[in-house]
């Protein structure tokens, strides 16, 4: 009976660990990492209550709702920096892609910010207050 015991344990192990592994394997082909050169250009940046619905969204246009931010295709911001800067508390200098999102990185080279993919071509980074700031694709 010990015997089977040391047997049913060690099979238990070995199973675990090839879940685990085939697990993670299947799961990192599943990301699939965006070419930067999808997301470089002007992106329309809204700062919105969390509450907003999209018809009170579209009705926003004060300066201090809205800017047009630029990602330049080396990762590095252009204009709208100001406008972030001023909504995330610390001045983006950078950006990169993610799987699931695009990431803003700081003067220091920390990352600052998340923009989380919700569809199509639209990121959204969720505030401390409760406020969201939404990244469109400006309009051409």
Known sequence: ??????TYTTMAWL?????????ATSMA????LDDPSAFAGRWQATLTGHND???????????????????????????????LAAWLGEAPISWFP?????????????????????RGSVYTKKLDGGLVITLERAPQ
Do not use: H
């Open 53 to 83: 619905t999209p018809e009170t969204r579209s009705l926003q246009d004060k300066p201090s709702n809205t800017c047009l931010v630029e990602l330049a295709p080396n990762q590095t911001l252009g204009e709208g920096t100001e406008c």
């Open 1 to 6: 009976m010990r015997g089977n015991v040391f």
């Open 98 to 118: 993610e799987p699931d999102g695009v990431a803003i990185i700081g003067e220091k080279g920390s990352k600052i910010a998340f923009f989380s993919r919700q």
């Open 29 to 32: 082909s599943s990301l699939r």
């Open 15 to 23: 199973m675990a660990v090839t879940l685990m592994m085939t697990g």
